[in-house]
């Protein structure tokens, strides 16, 4: 479970909705985005080089701004850029994630269970187990990569958010776009989808992992995570057609602003 150290009293929180289900997550300690340094933020974006789209809206962080995010048109070259306004907490988010994906691979996890710290639990977790097996005589083991606990995130009414596209990149262009608008129910427990927002309870297995480290890679830190990790070509994405884990919708967060006491 990624928490930032600056808010225990969300990992408690955390804690209290898994506990009457006998669940003790892992704590990882997050990766602080806004205590990263200038020189840092303005090497883990995309550099733009010639051959890359030009005209997209970038933020950049440049150190003679002292590391204040600056926002323009994504066009000069060798300027490292990132999506539209992605801030440095998002940017913390994604490192958080992709060092969660490293030490899975390096220590020989064929699959994980990632939360983030604002869930809300609706049905017994321990399921899932079971869950993951029926999955896998429904498509088999290999067929799958990541495998989403509940159908959608949620606005704070509680209403579901589909995704049905995807955000453009300067630096990569989807073989097939019209993939991200594909959502087919395949029984009565899994759904296949082809993009999805929120990154707070996913199931990934090795295949998802390396996919998913390979493509920001390849590409680099752009946008948000819950918009990178379906953009590879040939990830395979399934969700729950009902909530065991969700987000908690009126939590706390230090994505836009560092909200914590300093």
Same mark, same amino acid.
């Given at each position: 479970?990624?928490?930032?150290?600056?808010?225990?009293?969300?990992?408690?929180?955390? &804690?209290?909705?898994?506990?009457?289900?006998?669940?003790?997550?892992?704590?990882?300690?997050?990766? !602080?985005?806004?205590?990263?340094?200038?020189?840092?933020? !303005?090497?883990?974006?995309? +550099?733009?080089?010639?051959?890359?789209?030009?005209g997209i809206m970038g933020t950049?962080?440049?150190?003679? *701004?002292?590391?204040?995010? !600056?926002?323009?048109?994504? #066009?000069? %070259?060798?300027?490292?850029?990132?999506?539209?306004? &992605?801030?440095?907490?998002?940017?913390?988010?994604?490192?958080?994630?992709?060092?969660? &994906?490293? $030490?899975? @691979?390096?220590?020989?996890?064929?699959?994980?269970?990632?939360? #983030?710290?604002?869930? #809300?639990?609706?049905?017994?977790?321990?399921?899932? +187990?079971?869950?993951?097996?029926?999955?896998?005589?429904?498509?088999?083991?290999?067929?799958?990569?990541? @495998?989403? +606990?509940?159908? $959608?995130?949620?606005?704070?009414?509680?209403?579901?958010?589909?995704?049905?596209? /995807?955000?453009?990149?300067?630096?990569?262009?989807?073989? *097939?776009?019209?993939?991200?608008?594909?959502?087919?129910?395949?029984?009565?427990?899994?759904?296949? %989808?082809?993009?999805?927002?929120?990154?707070?309870?996913?199931?990934?297995?090795?295949?998802?992992?390396?996919?998913?480290?390979?493509?920001?890679?390849?590409?680099?830190?752009? @946008?948000? /995570? $819950?918009?990178?990790? /379906? &953009?590879?070509?040939?990830?395979?994405? /399934? +969700?729950?057609?009902?909530?065991?884990?969700s987000t908690l919708t $009126?939590?706390?967060?230090? !994505?836009?602003?560092?909200?914590?006491?300093?």
């Open positions: 479970m990624i928490n930032l150290d600056q808010r225990p009293e969300k990992f408690n929180q955390s &804690l209290a909705q898994l506990a009457p289900y006998g669940i003790l997550p892992y704590r990882f300690s997050a990766v !602080n985005g806004w205590e990263l340094p200038s020189k840092v933020l !303005n090497s883990l974006g995309v +550099t733009f080089k010639p051959w890359m789209q030009k950049c962080y440049l150190q003679e *701004n002292k590391g204040e995010n !600056n926002h323009e048109l994504i #066009e000069k %070259v060798g300027r490292n850029y990132y999506s539209h306004c &992605l801030s440095r907490g998002a940017i913390g988010i994604v490192l958080s994630h992709l060092s969660i &994906l490293q $030490d899975a @691979l390096d220590s020989g996890f064929k699959t994980i269970w990632v939360m #983030e710290d604002d869930i #809300e639990v609706f049905k017994d977790p321990n399921e899932l +187990t079971a869950l993951i097996k029926k999955l896998d005589a429904l498509v088999g083991k290999d067929n799958w990569d990541v @495998l989403f +606990t509940d159908p $959608d995130t949620k606005r704070a009414n509680g209403e579901y958010i589909p995704c049905t596209g /995807y955000a453009k990149r300067p630096n990569f262009a989807p073989k *097939n776009i019209e993939r991200f608008i594909g959502r087919k129910d395949i029984s009565k427990d899994f759904r296949k %989808v082809g993009a999805r927002y929120g990154a707070y309870s996913m199931i990934i297995r090795k295949s998802g992992m390396k996919k998913i480290l390979n493509f920001i890679k390849r590409n680099d830190i752009f @946008l948000p /995570y $819950d918009m990178e990790f /379906y &953009l590879p070509n040939n990830i395979n994405l /399934y +969700t729950m057609r009902y909530d065991v884990v $009126d939590a706390l967060s230090d !994505n836009g602003k560092a909200r914590y006491e300093p």
